[in-house]
């Protein structure tokens, strides 16, 4: 209870110290009645609609997962800003007043920046999950491609730099690794232009529903880009195993019978893999290649994105794992198979869980392709 209260008592006068620095947020503000912001309405299908925010001379303080504030001189503005809370059992985006700096301030040092920054700030578990950073993170670059703009922003701030593939997919797209501001970082900067726009999934206030609802122009985007030419897959096996035993994950979410389950699939010719292993262009290759994919339900299955169509996946879940997976291979037009256990460690919730996978279940699926 003492380090609590010695750590409170710190806190609160860094927070005070900063206060001075920088001033208190005075209040929230509208986009369209700041003459310094401009905002364009970005759309795709004739059916979706994205704000593109340009903020001249924008301030921005981020936690890097909750809360983000786009702040102009004292006032924090409201659409681009966001504050996700857990509520009702499902993350909603809360008021603006709930957001951090009104009532913390931003008590981080101000990195300035010359140039133009293009925010690619998500919150939730963008800075360090494949499939948030997948379709969160990427596609905002869809919308900025599609803004127009007149020269390509000096700086992308990205949720962090601490995965390989986060660099690599940038890469790829043309954005070198000096134009990266690591947002875990520096989460206090302000610059001559700072630009954002709207979360790539999330409508209605809704980032629970957006997640396992990922709009078409997405996909097709992510297949432009990354499969642009005919690649290169014969070292890549045609039926493969995703094996997360070796995953950090794994004290949340494994498959006690992994090695029984393993050994299984081997019979059929199937190759254990472990994600992590192969860098972001071998992860495309790999399920650009395949033609049966077999996995417990994580995030590297957003590489179907690349499968080709009719491609057989086999997700193996719980109840609690919801259906992000299955609705993401219908709109990719594979064929999609699950197979459904019980949670065995009742003191893990929501999508944490430890199954058991029936054998004979399996076996079958297996056998009537």
Request: charged share 25%; aromatic share 12%.
């Amino acid at each position: 209870m003492k380090k609590k209260i010695n750590f409170n008592i710190i806190r609160n006068i860094r927070y005070f110290i900063f206060y001075l620095f920088y001033g208190k947020i005075k209040k929230t503000i509208k986009a369209k009645n700041n003459k310094k912001i401009s905002i364009k309405k970005i759309k795709f299908n004739n059916s979706i609609f994205y704000n593109f925010y340009n903020i001249k001379n924008g301030r921005l303080f981020t936690n890097t997962v909750d809360d983000t504030a786009y702040i102009i001189e004292k006032y924090l503005i409201d659409e681009p800003s966001f504050q996700y809370r857990f509520r009702n059992n499902k993350i909603v985006n809360a008021k603006i007043s709930d957001n951090f700096v009104i009532s913390n301030g931003t008590p981080k040092f101000i990195k300035k920046i010359n140039g133009t920054v293009f925010s690619l700030l998500t919150g939730g578990a963008g800075k360090n999950n494949y499939w948030h950073w997948i379709f969160d993170v990427l596609p905002r670059i869809g919308i900025l491609e599609k803004s127009k703009l007149n020269k390509p922003p000096d700086y992308y701030l990205i949720p962090s730099k601490i995965k390989d593939y986060q660099i690599q997919s940038l890469s790829i797209l043309g954005i070198p690794n000096k134009k990266l501001i690591d947002g875990a970082k520096q989460k206090h900067i302000k610059s001559n232009q700072l630009i954002a726009v709207d979360h790539p999934t999330v409508f209605n206030n809704n980032p629970s529903k957006g997640v396992i609802n990922i709009p078409h122009w997405i996909i097709l985007w992510l297949r432009k880009k990354y499969l642009k030419k005919k690649l290169n897959n014969s070292k890549f096996p045609k039926k493969f195993y995703i094996d997360r035993s070796k995953d950090s994950n794994t004290n949340s979410r494994n498959i006690v019978n992994n090695d029984e389950v393993k050994k299984l699939l081997q019979k059929y010719g199937f190759k254990s893999i472990t994600l992590s292993q192969y860098n972001f262009i071998d992860q495309v290759k790999l399920f650009n290649n395949a033609k049966i994919i077999v996995g417990l339900h994580g995030a590297g299955f957003a590489n179907m994105v690349f499968s080709k169509p009719k491609t057989k996946i086999i997700e193996i879940k719980t109840l609690n794992n919801g259906s992000a997976i299955l609705n993401l291979a219908k709109k990719c037009k594979l064929d999609y198979n699950n197979i459904i256990e019980k949670n065995i460690n009742n003191s893990l919730m929501y999508q944490n869980s430890h199954i058991k996978v029936s054998l004979i279940k399996l076996d079958k699926i297996i056998k009537s392709f």
